[in-house]
Structure formats: structure tokens, C-alpha cells
């Protein structure tokens, strides 16, 4: 091997382990990268709404159980994820709801939803109990504040929609309806073991309503004198 050979050797050898110390690096770097700022995990969706109003999909996901007590059921409420608000230069997003409930009788393992489909906007629920000062009694009934229909135009039915208030028994079945589109919804208390108190508004005019607990009847209603001051 002449001179000339022996320093072109060398020159690659250099070249070669500059280019081995320099891949090194880099991946050490790039791993370390990662560890520091790993890349987040978007979990995948339970349901996925295309049909809801504003056409575009909404991805929805099962929130915390919660048990009925008095029963052998429990519930899921079925949460969407908050979306990117166009009309919004700032980018931000949407409030979540929840759209739907999930029952689960663990006696025999049946399983059925609130309402078809996941359109609407379940707001508040109130559980209605056979003491209505006993928190940790059996639970007779649920009223739930819910809004059905986009009225205020924005292609999304939110809590910011008029609401419809449903009465179902524990079992979260055949809900119905018992009072309808309102603009606010101003109380919801149960006051006796029989009678739950509603007071409701719809423009300028006011609302107090009993129903029944045990199969949300309504028991009586009458308008409530309030006037805006002028």
C-alpha cells in the first residue's frame, strides 16, 4: 500500500465514523425527544354521529358509570367530544354534552338507551327519591332536562337550545314528556315523596307546575307573577 492509499484510507475512516457518530446522535436525540414530549394518545371513538345537525361527524364517547341506588341498574352517559367552532377566528371549540343514556341491569345483564338515536342534549338530571331529603334512598324516578331540536339557528342543539324537561321511573324507559320547549328552566325540586315542583319560563311569562314522583303526572300548574321591571 503506497503513501497515497494509506492517506485516502484514513480520510474515509475519519469520514466513516464522523457519519457513525453523527446517526448516533441523532437517535439518541430523537429518542429522548420522545420521552420528553411523547406523542398523545387520542382514543379511539364509542359511537360516531353523522347524523347530527350541523353534518358533520361527532365523535361520542361513554362517560363514568354511576348506580341507581335501590336498583340493580346503573347508567352511562354517552359524552361528545367539544369541536372546532368555525365561526370562531380565536379556535375554539364547542362544549361537550351528553347526547344519550346507557342502562345496565345487572340481574340479567339487559341493556337498552334513554332516547333513540343521539341527536338531543341531556343537560341536568334530578333522581327523585322515596324520601325526598334522603339522599342515599331508593330512587323512584328520574327527571331529566334535555334540549331536542336546534332552535337558535347554529346547526347544533346545545344548552343553548330551548329545553324540554322528560319523566321516566328508575329504569330510564319510556320517557316522557311533561314539560315542553321552554326558554329557561328555573327549578327542579322535589318536595314531597309524591310531588316534584317546576317552575319554568317561557318569554316574559312564568310557570309553576306539580307532578307526580311516581309516574310524573302533572298534578297542577299555574302562572307565576313575575314581570320585568321597566
Not at 34 to 55: L, Y
Not at 80 to 93: A, T
Not at 199 to 204: K, L, V
Request: hydrophobic share 40%.
Amino acid at each position: 500500500m503506497n503513501k497515497f492509499d494509506r492517506i485516502l484510507w484514513r480520510i474515509n475512516g475519519t469520514l466513516f465514523l464522523a457519519i457513525l457518530v453523527f446517526g448516533i446522535f441523532s437517535l439518541v436525540r430523537g429518542l429522548s425527544e420522545s420521552f420528553r414530549h411523547p406523542t398523545p394518545q387520542v382514543p379511539e371513538a364509542a359511537i360516531v354521529n353523522n347524523a347530527s345537525v350541523s353534518r358533520e361527524k361527532e365523535f361520542l364517547h361513554f362517560g363514568l358509570l354511576s348506580r341507581i341506588a335501590g336498583t340493580s341498574m346503573v347508567r352511562f352517559p354517552l359524552n361528545s367530544e367539544g369541536s372546532p367552532n368555525k365561526s370562531s377566528f380565536g379556535g375554539s371549540y364547542s362544549e361537550s354534552c351528553t347526547r344519550n343514556l346507557f342502562f345496565i341491569d345487572y340481574s340479567d345483564l339487559s341493556s337498552w338507551w334513554l332516547f333513540d338515536g343521539f341527536q338531543q342534549a341531556i343537560l341536568k338530571e334530578h333522581d327523585l327519591r322515596a324520601e325526598p331529603d334522603g339522599k342515599d334512598k331508593r330512587v323512584i324516578g328520574t327527571i331529566f332536562e334535555v334540549a331536542t331540536v336546534d332552535t337558535n339557528g347554529d346547526q347544533r342543539v346545545t344548552g343553548n337550545d330551548r329545553i324540554s324537561v322528560f319523566f321516566t321511573g328508575a329504569d330510564g324507559k319510556k320517557p316522557i314528556e311533561i314539560v315542553s320547549s321552554s326558554d329557561r328552566i328555573l327549578s327542579i325540586d322535589q318536595v314531597t315523596d309524591n310531588g316534584v315542583l317546576i317552575t319554568f319560563q317561557r318569554g316574559t311569562a312564568a310557570t309553576a307546575a306539580l307532578f307526580s314522583a311516581q309516574s310524573g303526572a302533572k298534578i297542577k300548574e299555574a302562572p307565576l307573577p313575575i314581570k320585568e321591571n321597566k
